[in-house]
């Protein structure tokens, strides 16, 4: 909670992890059932591999002099992908507080005021990452409201919706964030054309959100795509570019369907995949929060650190 009252006036510049499943399973070895890495907060080892994957990244901030960002291993810790696990929703609402606390101990034990590090909460779609949503905005608000409750009542200063694909989710994760006193974060994976799965442009898709929430959102971000797909839906002369904030982009740039059936990591290119934030940061300057996601591991942020110096 230390800065939930400025999420919105971030300044200077922030990292965040990279792929945070895809590198415990195919770097590590890890066995993650479902991508659902909170499964690991059941286990000593498993909170033990969860420190080690976030010291690299505590170190990494250290060495640039960037803020961090630390994300909670919730993204699947919603109602069905729980169920499927096993878990009810009494056992969803432990898990998410207990990922909050892990993060506040590490804060506590290497950070410090100037070190800005940030605890945000994650929530992940309903259903895949790659599949339009068919929640209604009351249905998804109703849907994610659990989560977020459990969230909200820890010191966690943000949430945020990641891999979302449709307007109305994402404004249903705003506004239950909203009604719990808690900032909210979306971001949106698009297609190779810089779209989201339906065809809405980013443009259309932020001020959507932004008319129907009264700007709720602290900030917008785009993740699991790569940079080639994400350009094409920019528009840096546009109003709505100055709400666009982050990124955490894919090491491959094959499409969502071709990733999804891979048996293997794409690692791509880090200093390529570096080059073209480069790129999108000097087109955008508003964008501030450089991360990765699936394929890119510590090695890959180093090399944007050192690209968006």
Not at 108 to 130: C, H, K, M, V, W
Not at 203 to 213: K, L, M, P, S, Y
Not at 253 to 268: K, V
Not at 288 to 298: F, L, P
Request: proline share 3%.
């Amino acid at each position: 909670m230390m800065y939930r009252q400025n999420i919105a006036n971030l300044h200077g510049d922030f990292i965040t992890d990279g792929g945070m499943n895809t590198t415990l399973m195919f770097r590590h070895g890890i066995e993650i059932p479902l991508f659902a890495t909170f499964v690991l907060m059941d286990t000593s080892e498993g909170r033990q591999q969860l420190r080690a994957y976030y010291l690299e990244y505590i170190e990494l901030a250290q060495k640039y002099g960037k803020g961090l960002i630390l994300e909670t291993p919730t993204w699947r810790a919603n109602r069905d992908w729980g169920l499927r696990l096993g878990y009810d929703l009494t056992q969803l609402d432990r898990v998410n507080r207990e990922s909050v606390q892990m993060l506040i101990g590490l804060r506590d034990e290497f950070g410090d005021e100037a070190s800005r590090i940030l605890i945000n909460g994650t929530i992940g779609p309903q259903g895949d990452g790659y599949k339009l949503s068919d929640l209604s905005v009351e249905e998804a608000e109703e849907y994610h409201s659990h989560q977020i409750a459990s969230l909200s009542k820890t010191d966690v200063d943000m949430v945020t919706g990641y891999t979302l694909t449709t307007v109305a989710e994402a404004t249903g994760i705003a506004l239950a964030a909203a009604n719990h006193g808690v900032p909210s974060v979306i971001s949106f994976t698009v297609e190779t054309n810089g779209r989201l799965l339906d065809g809405t442009s980013l443009g259309e898709a932020i001020n959507q959100i932004d008319a129907a929430t009264g700007r709720s959102p602290a900030y917008y971000m785009i993740n699991c795509s790569h940079p080639s797909h994400i350009m094409p839906g920019l528009d840096p002369s546009a109003e709505w570019s100055s709400r666009l904030r982050g990124v955490r982009a894919n090491a491959s740039s094959q499409s969502h369907d071709s990733l999804d059936g891979a048996e293997q990591i794409d690692a791509g290119h880090a200093l390529d995949l570096a080059e073209q934030y480069k790129t999108m940061t000097r087109s955008l300057p508003a964008i501030n929060i450089y991360g990765g996601c699936c394929g890119t591991d510590c090695s890959h942020v180093a090399a944007i650190c050192e690209a968006c110096h």
